[in-house]
């Protein structure tokens, strides 16, 4: 059996305990605004019980923020799911689209997170075979990198094309220069190579691709 | 406090549901509350309003809520800050109180907990404005003996400037 600090030493795992951890707080603050309108509902009520006039677009507004705050925790909790069981099988069939789309919702839980401007083909047109657990770690950390560059007030590009007739990349782009962290970061690159994955950086780091196999069967 | 008579609160928080929501019912608490939805909004509403005391949300896209904290505290010293957290740590905790926060609050919280940490605020920034107030009336009355009416003038300004 392992021990504690190969077990933290883990980056598939810290992986793991972050993207929880973000998800977590992201209910956090859903089920945050959820009380608090519940509770002005309550206040508003008790008011209008003692007598008191009130706008009824108040309760208007307080019902239509619970019921859009509710949607969007339904929401969380499907991205939440589909994460969860990217460990189910170390090799499988995704849509490569769908598959950075829920990084780019996942990662956009983050304080710095910024735009993304996302140019992709039709989901079903890219199935890739892959281990979609270490695939989306990387597209995750390239996601944090291209945060970081290019700070919360900005916006990036990302494009998803074939590189040729065994290959895929997803190329990130008008990245800015905030960060002067380099891509991929030191622990990556045995997850980079697990997958047979490549990164390609331009100078200055204002844009790179990852490379990524259609098969690693 | 200010001429209404209302506690003078600066809510600021980036979820724009949740502050409305929470400015509502703090408003109906008898509150006098403005909103700021960044950490630099906070900032400029800081300093063209009088505020007794801030809300401030620890976690923000871009100023965050302890450079908020640290600039509010050097810019306003009376000025008393409660911060809230959605992900309470002991070291986001520890940094709080180091720069001088009044309480450092965890959400999910109880209304009414967040509305009695508000009066608890506005009562210790009354307190240290009144020990402040009678140290200067103190100086004051020394330097009536011993000064010249300039001096006594320059030490009314600096009380002056140190209501804010």
């Known amino acids: 059996m392992k021990n504690a600090i190969e077990i933290q030493d883990n980056p598939d795992l810290a992986f793991f305990g972050r993207i929880n951890a973000s998800i977590s707080h992201e209910l956090k603050n859903i089920f945050a605004i959820i ?11 008790e008011l209008s019980e003692k007598g008191k006039k009130i706008d009824t677009g108040m309760f208007k507004t307080c019902s239509r923020d619970i019921e859009e705050e509710i949607q969007r925790g339904f929401a969380t909790v499907k991205e939440m799911n589909a994460f969860s069981h990217s460990v189910d099988r170390s090799l ?8 950075v789309n829920l990084m780019i919702n996942i990662a956009g839980y983050l304080s710095y997170a910024c735009k993304v401007r996302i140019t992709a083909p039709d989901p079903a047109d890219l199935e890739i075979l892959t281990c979609p657990f270490r695939l989306q770690h990387i597209i995750y950390q390239a996601l944090v990198f291209a945060f970081k560059r290019t700070g919360p007030e900005g916006e990036f590009r990302i494009s998803i094309l074939t590189e ?15 960060s002067d962290e380099n891509f991929p970061f030191d622990h990556m690159a045995a997850v980079v190579e697990s997958i047979h994955a490549r990164i390609r950086v331009t100078e200055g780091f204002r844009s790179f691709d990852i490379v990524v196999p259609k098969s690693i069967a | 406090m200010s001429t209404t008579n209302k ?20 408003a109906l608490q008898d509150f006098d509350v403005t909103t700021a939805t960044s950490g630099e909004e906070a900032i400029a509403s800081a300093e063209k309003g009088y505020f007794d005391v801030a809300v401030v949300d620890f976690k ?6 302890a450079h908020v904290l640290k600039v509010l505290k050097e810019r306003h010293k009376y000025l008393e800050i409660i911060i809230l957290t959605g992900h309470a740590t002991v070291d986001s905790a520890v940094e709080c109180t180091k720069l001088g926060a009044f309480q ?18 506005y009562e210790a920034r009354l307190k240290r404005k009144f020990e402040h107030s009678i140290k200067h009336f103190e ?12 001096g006594i003038l320059k030490a009314l300004a600096r009380l002056d400037n140190d209501e804010k």
């Open chain 2, 7 to 26: 506690i003078k609160l600066l809510l600021v928080d980036d979820e724009a549901k949740f502050l409305q929501s929470v400015a509502s019912r703090l």
């Open chain 2, 104 to 121: 450092y609050l965890e959400k999910p919280y109880k209304f009414e907990k967040l509305v009695e940490s508000i009066k608890d605020a």
């Open chain 1, 164 to 178: 040729n007739d065994s290959d895929v990349r997803i190329a990130f782009s008008d990245l800015g220069n905030l």
């Open chain 1, 35 to 45: 009380s608090e309108a519940a509770g002005l509902l309550n206040d508003l009520v």
């Open chain 2, 60 to 65: 923000m896209p871009g100023m965050d809520g």
């Open chain 1, 92 to 99: 499988a069939s995704v849509s490569l689209v769908n598959l």
């Open chain 2, 139 to 150: 100086e004051i009355q020394k330097l009536s003996i011993s000064s010249s009416p300039l």
